[in-house]
């Protein structure tokens, strides 16, 4: 149930507080209240879909539970990349990282993403198998070869832009899941399957990260080959 106090300020219900819902509570009621914009075009989505796009592999695709023990060569891994990339440049206020889980060529580490210039910048080398499982609330997908990104929102860039906290954050929920498909769709064209999730445990990817509080993850992709 709703709650208005004497002033007339809604306020979040209390399951909701009880449940640590009170950031989606705000976020929600913001994106509700407002216009939808006119459709912009993305041009890091719209090109994966007008080159070697067909509905039937798009459909016919299945989230991706077993991966193959071999490795994601090089140039999948450039194609991922790019593709980060181009969307980065687009959404500035949208952070990426990566974890790299026998990629040919490059260790096995957790990366931040660095768009201007372009750039990885390696966190740490060890094995990151179990910090991987427990960022993904223990999902038994999240182990194994493949391309891990993690998207976050970046609130210095929301802050410096003069930008409501609450519709920006449910517009970074339409960025992530934008950019998510664009990485899928590419996937897709270098015979990669992706597996995504919003389930993300912060603590633990900010850990692994090392990201600082002013930003908050908020969705997961893994890129592998099917077995």
Not at 51 to 68: H, P
Not at 143 to 165: F, H, N, T
Request: proline content about 4%.
């Amino acid at each position: 149930m709703e709650v208005i106090d004497a002033t007339g300020v809604r306020s979040v219900p209390p399951f909701w507080s009880e449940v640590g819902w009170a950031r989606p509570y705000h976020f929600l009621g913001a994106a509700g209240n407002s216009c939808p914009g006119e459709f912009v075009s993305h041009d890091y989505l719209a090109d994966k879909i007008v080159s070697g796009f067909t509905y039937s592999k798009s459909i016919a695709r299945k989230s991706l539970t077993r991966t193959k023990a071999g490795p994601i060569s090089r140039a999948q891994f450039s194609a991922v990349l790019r593709c980060m990339y181009q969307a980065l440049s687009d959404e500035r206020d949208i952070v990426a990282c990566v974890v790299t889980d026998n990629v040919e060529a490059w260790a096995d580490a957790a990366w931040v993403v660095e768009n201007e210039p372009r750039s990885l910048r390696q966190i740490m080398t060890k094995d990151n198998s179990h910090l991987m499982s427990r960022m993904l609330q223990g999902q038994e997908w999240a182990q194994g070869a493949g391309i891990y990104v993690l998207l976050c929102l970046d609130w210095r860039a929301v802050q410096s832009s003069g930008q409501d906290v609450n519709a920006a954050y449910a517009n970074a929920l339409v960025k992530v899941g934008r950019i998510g498909h664009a990485l899928l769709l590419e996937g897709q064209h270098h015979n990669l399957v992706a597996r995504m999730t919003p389930a993300i445990h912060e603590s633990s990817a900010s850990a692994l990260f090392r990201l600082s509080e002013d930003i908050s993850p908020i969705y997961a992709i893994r890129l592998s080959e099917p077995t």
